[in-house]
C-alpha cells in the first residue's frame, strides 16, 4: 500500500530536552489509516496532527473498542534512530485486535508505515540520554452506531510524543500497593488485551493507593485474590532465594515486551529464571525470611522500576536497603545500553531507521 | 444553572415509524456540558447535534474512562411525553462516576436538562406504539494526556434516536448462550458500572454465539463460573416452581431499571420473588425435572425479552413451547402499558414532561 505524505506548511519546535515530561507534547504529523469492509485497510497517509471529527454516537465512545500500544524511538550518540522491538509490538497490537474483534493490521506494513512517519519527524527525538520520542498506535471503532457489536469501520493511528528521561529525579525504588478490594482482570476476559477499558478499571483502586501514599497498585488474580499479577502500568520481577520469579502469563496478565526482554536476559546470564504462580503468602513468607532481595517492575516507560516497599493489608515489606536492587541496576543498564546504541544488539532488537 | 439554547436553521425530517430501527438516526439538537476543576460543570447548552472535535490524545480513546445510560420518552395516545424512572437512570450514572473516578453531575439538573431538550425535539418522539425515543446520557474524559490517571476534564452530552419497535417481528423468544470461555466481569472489577469496556469485553462471546445461532450470551460469574450473572443487553430471570428469581446484585451484574421494576411488580402481585445467587447446576436440574417453567430478559431496549433456549456445552434447555411464557407477558404488558400511558402508574414511575 502506497503512503501518501503530506506536510506541515510550518515546522513546530521541539521543546528543550530538559522540559519534557510525558504524553502531553505532540509531534507536527500524524499517521492515518481506514477501515472498511469493503476495501479493507486503506487511505494510509501521514499528515498534519489534527484534531478528529468524530459522530457523538461513535461506537468507541459507548463501547471502548479500541486497542493500542506504546513503543519509543531512541536516538543513539552517533545520531541514528532506533526502535526496540517494534515487530512485538505490532505482533501485540494483532493479538489485541483478535481479542476485540478488530480487523487485523499488517504487521510489516505498520513498521514500514512507522517507520515513514519517524522519517519525517526525526528533529522531533530527543537526544538526551533517557530522553525518547514515545510512540503511540491506537485502533478505534468508528461506526456512528448505538447498538452493541463490533464496529463495521476503523480508523488505525499513530501519535508521537517527545518523552522527558523517566528517572529525572533519580532511579529510586517506588512504594507499591496490593489492592484487595479491586480486581483488574480475570481469566476468561480481557486483561491480556491492550484495551482502553483495562485502563478505567484501573483508576479507582490507583487513587486509592496514591491517597495512601503508594505510586501503584499490584494486582491478585480475579478468581483467588491470592496470586499476583502485574503492576499499574508494569510487569513485576521478584528475586527470591537468586531465582528471578514473574507471575506466569495466564489469560489476564499483559504480555509485557520489557517483561520478555528481562527473561531472555536473565536466561542469557545463567539466571534461574521462572515464569510461574507466585502467592501473595510466598511472596510476605519470602519477606519475612529473607529471601526476597529485590523486586522491580518491567515496562515501556520506565524499562525497569525498583520496587522498595509492597504494603498488603497490616504488611508493609520493605524490600533492600532503599537503593536500586544489584539486578534491577543491570537489567535497567542493559536494556537501555542496548536501546540508545551504547552497547552491542547481541540479541538482535534493535530496528535501525 | 441556566441552559442556553441555539436551534438549528432548519428542522431535520423524522423517517416513517415505520422505517425506523435502532440508533443510526439522531435528532437536530444534543444537550452538552463540561468539566473542569475551577469551573466544576459549566456551560450547560442544548445546540444543534454536531460532531465533537477531539484531539487524537483524548484519554477516553486511549484508557476508556467514559460512562453512559440508556432510557426511552414515549408518546401516549394523547400526545403526552413520558419517562420511564428517569431518576433511577441518573442515579446510576452518578454510581458508574464514582466507580470511573468521574466528578458526579447533579441528578436534579440532568432531568431538567433532559425535559428541556425533548421540549425542543418533541416532534422527533414517534408515534406508533412500540416506538420510542432513545436517550443516551454520555460522560467522556477529555484531556488530551497519554498518562494513565483520571481525566480532569470531562465532556457530558445527551444524544435522542428515534428507534422503532423491538419487537416489529413479533415477541418471539430467543435462544442464548451461555459461554464457558469467557467471562464478562468480576467481583472488585467494573461490571456493575455502565461503562464502555465493559461492552467491549463482550464482543468475542457474542460474536461467537451468533456464529452458533443465538442472540445473545448468558453470563457466569467471574470467579467460579458456575453462578449465573446477565445476559448480553439485559438482566435474567427465571421461573422455577413459580418462583420468580433473578442473580442477587454482586458488584458484577448491572443493577437494571428494568430489573428492578420486575421485581417489585412481582412483589405487588404477591409472587415469590428472589433475588439470590442461581448456579448453572441448579438451572440445569430445574429444566431436567420440569421445575423451570419460563426464563426471560428485562431491559430498557426490550423491556422484556422471553427465551425460550439456553445453551451450556451440549446441553441444549428448551424453555416452554416456543411461544412466550404467561409471565414473560404479563410483566411486557404491566410495564409497557405504564410506559405508554394505557395504564395508571400505580408505581410512581412516570415523568411527565
Wanted: aromatic residues 10%; glycine residues 10%; hydrophobic residues 40%.
Amino acid at each position: 500500500m502506497d503512503i501518501s505524505i503530506t506536510r506541515v506548511e510550518k515546522q513546530g519546535k521541539r521543546p528543550e530536552d530538559s522540559a519534557l515530561g510525558f504524553g502531553t507534547i505532540f509531534t507536527d504529523h500524524m499517521f492515518n489509516m481506514d477501515y472498511n469492509p469493503e476495501k479493507g485497510w486503506h487511505n494510509a497517509r501521514i499528515e498534519p496532527l489534527h484534531n478528529f471529527s468524530i459522530s457523538p454516537a461513535t461506537m468507541t465512545l459507548h463501547y471502548g473498542q479500541t486497542i493500542f500500544e506504546g513503543l519509543k524511538a531512541y536516538k543513539t550518540a552517533k545520531g541514528e534512530i532506533q526502535l526496540f522491538r517494534p515487530q512485538e509490538n505490532f505482533k501485540r497490537l494483532n493479538s489485541s485486535a483478535r481479542g476485540l474483534c478488530i480487523p487485523e493490521i499488517d504487521e510489516a506494513f505498520a513498521l514500514e508505515a512507522l517507520k515513514e512517519l519517524l522519517k519525517v519527524e526525526k528533529e522531533w527525538i530527543p537526544e538526551t540520554p533517557g530522553t525518547s520520542l514515545y510512540i503511540r498506535p491506537t485502533v478505534f471503532a468508528t461506526d456512528p452506531f448505538l447498538g452493541v457489536r463490533a464496529s463495521h469501520t476503523y480508523r488505525y493511528f499513530v501519535l508521537l510524543s517527545p518523552v522527558g528521561a523517566y528517572y529525572a529525579e533519580g532511579f529510586n525504588p517506588v512504594k507499591i500497593l496490593i489492592s484487595k478490594d479491586h480486581v483488574r482482570a480475570v481469566r476468561g476476559g480481557v486483561g491480556e488485551y491492550k484495551t482502553a477499558g483495562n485502563y478505567a478499571a484501573s483508576l479507582l483502586a490507583s487513587e486509592k493507593a496514591k491517597e495512601e501514599g503508594y505510586a501503584q497498585v499490584l494486582w491478585l488474580d480475579g478468581v483467588e485474590q491470592k496470586y499476583i499479577e502485574e503492576v499499574g502500568a508494569m510487569n513485576i520481577f521478584f528475586v527470591i532465594n537468586d531465582e528471578l520469579v514473574t507471575p506466569m502469563l495466564n489469560g489476564s496478565i499483559l504480555p509485557g515486551i520489557t517483561r520478555n526482554s528481562v527473561l531472555q536476559l536473565g536466561r542469557k546470564w545463567g539466571m534461574k529464571v521462572s515464569e510461574r504462580k507466585i502467592s501473595i503468602d510466598e511472596l510476605a513468607q519470602a519477606h519475612k525470611d529473607g529471601s526476597l532481595t529485590e523486586a522491580f517492575g518491567s515496562g515501556t516507560a520506565a524499562v525497569i522500576s525498583p520496587v522498595g516497599e509492597i504494603k498488603y493489608g497490616d504488611n508493609i515489606m520493605h524490600i533492600g536497603d532503599g537503593t536500586p536492587g544489584k539486578l534491577a541496576v543491570k537489567f535497567n543498564e542493559a536494556i537501555t545500553n542496548i536501546q540508545y546504541g551504547m552497547a552491542e544488539d547481541t540479541e538482535n532488537w534493535i530496528e535501525k531507521l
